[in-house]
């Protein structure tokens, strides 16, 4: 993975890390799946009338935003919603990460290298540190549990993503926006009932929901778009099991921006679990370069072996 993808992996890990901040500001006035809802309903509108459809197959488009779209923020936003803080949600939800490589094996044939393996091991080691010191004082079982499903809807957007191999990824991610709003307005309408939703959206015209607009705005433009465009590019050039790990940097941002926010002070433990996430990504990517051979160099030009043998092979959708 060339480092210029690293440092894009890093860019979107930052913007969803702070997402988890407008996500909470977002529901102080929105229930969670009228929430959910209304950040691809104001992406879906003006990407059917703009944007063309992305040349992949339907059932790919579908799942991708069936994974990414419905289940990871229906569970995600409830989770919040019912105690859940936002820089444990921002942890938690990188169980992806681990679900992704899993089921990429599984369902894909992928492989990993003993060191990315490792690497995702240690990345897991921290997050299951931060969220043992966390998750009795401040979450009960509830909300870790629906945090952790949203953590397996996103991966299995990931794999659905990558199986579309979007000749314009960022088509296909604008295009998955089409997918959620309806499903997740009817969820809203059955779970969260007319009155409740009335009243959200009567309340949300006063002064005091500047705060929640704006973080659906971030959360549409800047997380969506942006973060998830840059994404799938990476997922539609990549194994899943390489880009996936990247995600685990979403809760450094998201702890450290839920400390100086919202209050949430992290404790030494979390700290320590953050340092391992950290390390355990940057080893699960590390590069290794071959010694100076004639084999190996031309000048001053020096070849790259990466140790993940299969990281720049294409997988065949399934039929």
């Not at 897991?124 to 998750?135: D, I, K, N, P, T």
């Not at 909300?143 to 579309?164: C, I, K, M």
């Not at 940097?249 to 450290?256: D, F, H, Q």
């Amino acid at each position: 993975m060339p480092i210029r993808h690293r440092l894009l992996a890093v860019v979107v890990a930052v913007l969803w890390g702070a997402n988890f901040i407008a996500i909470h500001a977002s529901l102080e006035v929105f229930p969670p799946f009228l929430c959910a809802a209304l950040r691809f309903l104001l992406l879906a509108v003006p990407t059917v009338l703009l944007v063309p459809r992305p040349q992949v197959p339907t059932r790919w488009l579908v799942g991708y935003g069936i994974g990414f779209g419905i289940l990871q923020f229906a569970f995600l936003y409830l989770a919040m919603d019912v105690g859940m803080p936002a820089g444990l949600a921002s942890l938690v939800l990188q169980s992806s990460a681990p679900f992704t490589v899993v089921l990429g094996a599984v369902l894909l044939g992928e492989r990993l290298s003993p060191r990315a393996a490792a690497g995702v091991g240690v990345a897991a080691l921290g997050m299951a540190v931060v969220g043992s010191e966390r998750l009795d004082a401040q979450a009960g079982l509830l909300p870790f549990v629906l945090t952790l499903l949203a953590g397996l809807g996103w991966a299995f957007g990931n794999l659905a993503s990558r199986l579309a191999a979007a000749p314009r990824p960022l088509h296909l991610t604008m295009w998955m926006t089409v997918i959620p709003p309806l499903p997740l307005l009817l969820l809203s309408l059955l779970v969260e009932g007319p009155e409740q939703i009335t009243a959200a959206l009567a309340d949300s015209w006063s002064v005091a929901a500047i705060p929640a607009w704006l973080g659906l705005a971030y959360t549409t433009l800047l997380a969506t778009v942006l973060g998830s465009g840059i994404w799938t590019w990476l997922m539609a050039r990549h194994p899943s099991g390489t880009v996936a790990p990247f995600s685990m940097l979403v809760p450094v941002t998201g702890l450290a921006l839920a400390w100086l926010v919202l209050g949430e002070t992290p404790a030494p433990l979390e700290l320590l679990g953050g340092v391992l996430v950290v390390g355990g990504v940057l080893w699960a990517s590390r590069t290794v370069r071959t010694k100076g051979t004639p084999a190996a160099r031309h000048g001053d030009i020096r070849l790259e072996v990466h140790e993940e043998s299969l990281e720049h092979t294409q997988v065949s959708p399934a039929r």
